[in-house]
């Protein structure tokens, strides 16, 4: 499989496609040298490869035919390393993303049902399981999330008290998902 990489000098290969990795970003893209590409930022080089159309399973052929038109180390352990960690901050920045659009969609939910957030250790359970809809999301993705929430409503509780809440919603959530498992099976 060979990987369309795009760099700054036109000289370096006629037949790449100028927007698979130039255009990720207006102002960065990958250079035609390596001492130029060493400078850059993990989150500058994150933006020039095209993990979202090509996906990050593309990734080691995308760094590998990158570093070899630069002249960069293609070994295995050294492509291996700088797509180890392109990817970690890629996947990161996805899930970081995706908290943050959860996290809005909770509160807006919170304040559609007209729950009071300060009050919030009041409701039932089951009210705050079907809000938060937890799904089958991890149980620490989960509490991150549960903090998002609760540092975005600035709700005044300390840590032992928002693990607490967070693990009986997470908990009935969890039973709610079982019982409605074991109904679709049967």
């Known amino acids: ?41 993990v989150a500058e080089k994150d933006r020039c490869y095209p993990f979202d159309d090509k996906g990050i399973d593309a990734a080691f052929e995308m760094v590998r035919t990158y570093f070899e038109k630069i002249g960069m180390d293609t070994s295995f352990d050294s492509v291996y390393e700088e797509t180890k960690l392109l990817t970690d901050y890629y996947e990161k920045q996805k899930s970081e993303a995706a908290i943050q659009v959860q996290t809005e969609r909770i509160v807006e939910r919170l304040e559609l049902l007209g729950i009071d957030s300060n009050r919030l250790t ?60 074991n109904r679709n099976s049967r």
């Open 1 to 41: 499989m060979e990987a369309d990489i795009d760099v700054m000098a036109e000289s370096v290969e006629s037949g790449l496609q100028n927007d698979d990795i130039g255009e990720c970003d207006e102002t960065v893209r990958l250079p035609s040298d390596k001492a130029d590409y060493m400078k850059m930022s």
């Open 122 to 181: 009041e409701y039932s359970v089951d009210i705050l399981s079907e809000v938060f809809d937890f799904g089958d999301m991890e149980y620490f993705a989960g509490i991150k999330l549960f903090n998002k929430v609760i540092d975005r409503l600035g709700v005044d509780m300390d840590q032992q008290k928002r693990y607490e809440v967070f693990d009986h919603i997470y908990e009935a959530g969890m039973r709610e998902k079982k019982v409605e498992r």
